[in-house]
């Protein structure tokens, strides 16, 4: 039986700016999507055909109400996707490059005041995964105390942990030593992470990719995929490492790829028997990269995160 897979962290609207190669400042045309990496993970499960939860909060707002309605129509399972009154939902203004690269400016809203109370314990026990995407939920709040209190709840009980740090420069202004540490609180718990080049960078401490490999794994991290862009995907089980090739594609808009590749992944770990067990086969762990690589790189050809994210039968098209 496929495993059921809790996400847990935030949900916001992406406001991306359609005028190429201009900055925020400088834009004039937005297209409204729905976004937030473990958004993004729990529908590319349930695209892919598995069974998807998240766990976040958003404002009893139109945009709040856009989410869910959406995230239903996408069959992710939304009963602990709590609405707040209080606060309006967060936003992020995104602006693209030629390449497919792209700067943000987050406007943080009702996903920090994401509580332990709203956690429905019974659900992260019957999870065989559970993945934590924590672009905003580590700034602070309640939503930081959720996510550590759920992170330890789930390594407790033997559940296989998925962790992603989403580095982003413009929200952790003045305060990267606090993303460091905190980062690698994260990774000593974790079965899986999934870094890009620039995080593995920052949190090692080191340039060279396989001294920082050798690092995260020291702290206690399991399997580690390091993205690279175009390049692929470099990745470790402590024992071999491999930099597993992508396909060629012209990307348009990168936001939500490496969400996709996390969610691919981790549909795939859902089908075996045993997760812990599959990263450690290295012939396995380079065949989901290889296919987790293939959705990510499919995300790049449209505009949107969740809006670009394929089924089955589309990526038999690539």
Known sequence: ???????????????????????????????????????????????LGGKSFIAGKVGEDFFGKYLKHMLDEEGVNTSMLMEDKHSNTTLAFV???????????????????????????????NCKIIHFGSATALLGGPSKETYIKVMRLSKNAGKFISFDPNYRSDLWK???????????????????????????????????????????????AGAIAVTLGKEGTLISNGKECKIVRSIKIKSIDSTG????FVGAFLWQLGKSDNPKLTVKNFEKLESITAFANKVGAVVCTKLGAIASIPTLDELNNY
Do not use: W
């Not at 490059?97 to 019974?122: P, W």
């Not at 790829?257 to 996709?260: I, K, L, N, Q, R």
């Open 257 to 260: 790829a490496g969400d996709a």
């Open 174 to 220: 003045c305060r990267l030593e606090e993303f460091i540490e905190i980062s690698k609180a994260c990774i000593k718990t974790a079965d899986f992470i999934k870094v890009s080049d620039e995080e593995m960078k920052l949190i090692s401490g080191q340039d060279d990719l396989n001294k920082g490999l050798e690092i995260l794994h020291e702290l206690g």
């Open 95 to 125: 602006s693209l490059k030629s390449n497919g690269e792209r700067d943000f400016i987050f406007n943080r809203g009702a996903d920090e005041l994401h509580r332990y109370e709203e956690i429905n314990e019974e659900v992260v026990e």
């Open 1 to 47: 039986m496929e495993s059921q897979v809790l996400c847990i962290g935030e949900l916001l609207i992406d406001f991306i700016c359609s005028d190429i190669n201009v900055g925020l400042d400088e834009g004039v045309n937005f297209v409204k999507k729905a976004g937030g990496a473990p958004a993004n993970v729990a529908v590319t499960i349930s695209k």
